[in-house]
């Protein structure tokens, strides 16, 4: 029943997206995930001084410069808000120049089938990732999409966005590959603490933060060592010191942790696959199904889902939480607050959810004709109210559903809000509309029991008129006949009387 209301309300919030001006499958990637600006900024003891004079500082002994985020750029933004959820996210992070973007775009050809969308790469010392790279292709099983999210390496000599990049790929994705050189040591584990330092402003259990790992060993130099022992040896509690020990025993408990290792990416015969090749199929593989022999316990399976609040969300949605965590940055933060940047986003999409289910509610009231536009009077206001709550408690029952799994609830509960104070002014509105055309009908009521009492005054009036011109007409029918038979009577005796005299003799 839940996934069936979730299902419903999605639909309800689908309607509200837009058609986009142009497809996301014909736009070009991968695009930038978030618009990073330059700042001048000034260093070192010199710089007042600097200030003071009328010659500008060099800039290579004073002034460097700082990389600021400022929030999702057009063209992410343009391809995500036209992603329904389900959405399954996945990070390449790491060392750079390790082979992360080379890597991600062998990956998403396997799984695409396709090689039409690549992640810049080059050999060399220079990196090619500035921040954040995205490219999204449809889940090749079943419904969703898959984002792919090729991250800024950490140890370049010209390294830009790091303060933020970390922070964004842990919160958004549900699994995360870290790679390292040669050989994965505890070095390529800072990665991982910066997962937490970025991640965690509260305890590790309160925020929503991937869980998912796999430490990536790029030109490995163990092609003889089996993978999970080299995982076994990377995080032993056994040997090491205090501080190291405890990073391992963090990794251990906070992560579920595989380990990857690619060989090196060498020219073979045509027609025959590259070991890097196939490695990078097996990742592939492995990303939707997990472990294909089931034999490792510390798989987490599957690629899950993109969770914000608790339930399934949808590109809008991550475009908003990206705006929030880079928000808390923009002027010189370097840690992101997890729990305050969900609480935002929970509101958001209960605020959303609320004005998208009214909506539905006020197009079935419609249907009803109970809407204050439609409201006659002639209907009992009681009978309408209780159309009303019917239909309202129907909807309310798809908001609570929705809401009630949306984490965490405080803020969440900002949908009920909403919907009580619509709904008591909805209530308000069809009672007034209610009143003033009871009101109305009520003045059109008198002025036709007035026009009722004149037409049956003059209906009666016409009718004794009627009556009196009968009654006259009568009386005059009478009286010419009582005339004409005197005028007769007379008239023969007096031509009789006439006749007898000339006849008589004298």
């Known amino acids: 029943m839940a996934a069936t209301t979730t299902s419903a309300i999605t639909a309800i919030l689908g309607r509200k997206r837009r058609a986009p ?26 710089s007042a001084a600097a200030g003071a004079s009328t010659k500008p500082a060099p800039k290579s002994h004073h002034q460097s410069i700082r990389y600021v985020a400022t929030g999702v750029t057009p063209e992410a933004e343009a391809i995500l808000t036209q992603l329904p959820a389900p959405l399954s996210i996945v990070a390449f992070t790491g060392f750079g120049r390790s082979g992360k973007s080379f890597t991600a775009t062998r990956m998403r050809a396997h799984l695409a089938g396709d090689a039409t969308h690549v992640f810049a790469s080059q050999p060399g010392n220079v990196p090619c990732t500035h921040g954040i790279d995205m490219a999204v292709f449809r889940h090749p099983r079943g419904q969703g999409h898959i984002v792919f999210l090729d991250c800024e390496g950490g140890a370049n000599h010209n390294q830009t966005a790091i303060p933020f990049v970390i922070g964004l790929a842990a919160r958004l994705s549900s699994r995360m590959y870290i790679f390292e050189r040669g ?44 993978a999970e022992r080299l995982l076994e040896d990377l995080l032993s509690c056994e040997e090491g010191d205090e501080m190291t020990n405890r990073v391992r025993m963090l990794v ?26 196939e490695a990078c199929r097996e990742m592939a593989s492995r990303l939707l199904d997990g472990n294909s022999t089931g034999d ?20 809008t949605a991550v475009v908003q939480l990206c705006n929030e965590l880079v928000a808390q940055i923009r002027d010189g933060g370097s840690r992101f607050n997890m729990v305050t940047a969900t609480e935002a986003l929970v509101a958001n999409m209960a605020s959303e959810a609320a004005n998208a289910v009214w909506a539905d509610f006020v197009e079935r009231v419609r249907r009803q004709g109970n809407h204050p536009s ?80 004149l037409v049956q005054e003059l209906v009666v009036q016409v009718v004794e008129a009627v009556r009196q011109l009968v009654k ?16 007769w009577k ?7 009387g006439i006749a007898q005299g000339v006849l008589s003799p004298a």
């Open 21 to 46: 001006a142009v497809p996301w499958e014909t736009l070009a990637q991968p695009v930038p995930l978030v618009s990073v600006k330059t700042e001048a900024v000034s260093t070192g003891p010199s």
């Open 183 to 226: 050989c994965f040591t505890t070095a390529g584990l800072d990665t991982v603490m910066q997962v937490v330092n970025m991640g965690y402003a509260t305890s590790a259990d309160d925020v929503d933060i991937t869980r998912s790992i796999v430490l990536c060993e790029n030109m490995s130099i163990n092609a003889d060592v089996p």
């Open 252 to 277: 251990r408990e906070k992560f579920d942790v595989q380990f990857q290792k690619l060989p090196y990416d060498v020219p073979v015969p045509p027609g025959e696959p590259s070991p890097h090749d």
């Open 296 to 315: 490792d316990d510390t798989d987490p399976g599957g690629l899950a889902p993109f969770i914000a609040g608790g339930v399934p969300a949808d590109g």
């Open 374 to 453: 439609q409201v006659s009077g002639r209907k009992p206001l009681r009978a309408v109210l209780r159309e009303v709550e019917g239909a309202a408690n129907r909807c309310l029952n798809d908001l609570d559903a929705f809401t009630s799994r949306l984490v965490p609830s405080a803020p969440a509960a900002v949908a009920r809000h909403a919907w009580d104070r619509n709904l008591a002014n909805f209530e308000a509105d069809v009672r007034a509309a209610h009143q003033r055309r009871a009101e109305e009908m009520a003045r059109y009521s008198q002025w036709a029991d007035r026009a009722n009492r």
């Open 472 to 487: 006259f007409a009568r009386f005059s029918t009478t009286l010419i006949l009582l005339s004409n038979y005197y005028l």
């Open 490 to 496: 007379h008239s023969v005796t007096l031509v009789t």
